[in-house]
């Protein structure tokens, strides 16, 4: 079935507070993230992959930090994007927030 | 700048009651499509693309039609993807609806 119903889907734990649930097609994949674990008094450690990433902040407040650029405060209905291999991370500003991650290749470390 | 504030967007109109918002690396491309033309009594006529699709339900509810698949009724939170070539539409049930949808390769005819 191509679809996910969010209250059926497998949950992935990837650390404590963040759940993970998935959808992928052959060289594209999307993940929403539930993170629990804010706010956080400091980003998590900066990190790459090859894989391009555009994320859509679906609730919630985080700071968006890339190697080279300013750090951004986005809110529900804003988007950032990493080029591959970029270092980039987050904080999150509220207790709670959701980002949906796509990424292209697929990241096969999350199946 | 590596983000896109939502109240900054440029906005796209591909059709009445639909404005895109949309972001992009190399071989990745994410759009907010936000419908305010539901709800709908049929169907959008069917299309294809060779493009990879995966899409997050943001915000409404909607029909996912795909060829050889039963409708699906999604809502806030489901996801449905599409692989290269695949037939598929959608049906607004709600009057507005928010989906992200992300395509791989780019989406060249959105830019």
Redesign the interface.
């Known amino acids: 079935?191509?679809?996910?119903?969010?209250?059926d889907a497998p949950v992935q734990v990837p650390a404590e507070g963040i759940e993970r649930?998935l959808?992928?097609?052959?060289?594209?994949?999307?993940a929403?993230l539930d993170f629990s674990n804010g706010p956080q008094t400091e980003p998590d450690p900066m990190h790459s992959h090859p894989h391009?990433?555009?994320s859509?902040v679906?609730k919630g407040e985080i700071l968006?930090f890339?190697e080279g650029?300013?750090p951004?405060h986005?809110k529900?209905?804003?988007?950032?994007?990493?080029?591959?291999g970029?270092k980039h991370c987050i904080q999150l500003l509220s207790k709670t927030a959701r980002l949906?991650d796509?990424?292209?290749p697929v990241r096969e470390d999350f199946l």
């Open positions: 079935m191509p679809v996910l119903h969010y209250q649930r959808v992928h097609t052959a060289k594209l994949l999307t929403v391009e990433q555009t859509y679906a968006f890339m650029e300013e951004q986005l529900e209905g804003d988007l950032f994007f990493v080029p591959s970029k949906v796509s990424f292209s």
